[in-house]
């Protein structure tokens, strides 16, 4: 085998990938690099970093789920015996492209505004 670096330890003189090699053994005149700073100009637009980070996290939205006549009227029976007999009851619902759940007891079911009051 051919030896790669010629001052380093024995178990450094055969290896050929750089990044594995302690600074302290590699050739001094070898310019280190610029590190981090290549990504300093994209932080220096922070619309344009914000606008990627909504395009990531709106990529994990989902539709709004449709249901059916038959789920709806299942739905409505659960919930007057969970009313009623004072269960602890979990609520999933849709906001905003995502869905999100809830735990409580059912304080007052309004029809009018459409709402569950949850304690």
């Known amino acids: 085998m051919k030896i790669i670096n010629l001052n380093a330890p024995d178990e450094y003189k055969y290896k050929t990938d750089y990044r594995k090699i302690p600074r302290e053994y590699l050739n001094p005149r070898i310019p280190k690099g610029r590190g981090k700073i290549k990504w300093a100009p994209f932080a220096t637009v922070p619309e344009q970093h914000e606008r990627l980070k909504r ?7 989902i539709d709004k789920p449709q249901l059916s006549d038959h789920q709806l009227s299942e739905l409505n029976d659960t919930l007057v015996f969970k009313m009623f007999h004072d269960l602890q009851i ?3 619902y849709f906001e905003s492209g ?3 759940k809830l735990n409580g007891y059912i304080h007052k079911a309004d029809t009018h505004e459409q709402s569950l009051h949850l304690i």
Do not use: A, T, W
Not at 55 to 61: A, F, S, V
């Open 90 to 92: 979990e609520v999933s």
């Open 55 to 61: 395009y990531m996290e709106d990529q994990n939205k």
């Open 98 to 100: 995502y869905i999100k």
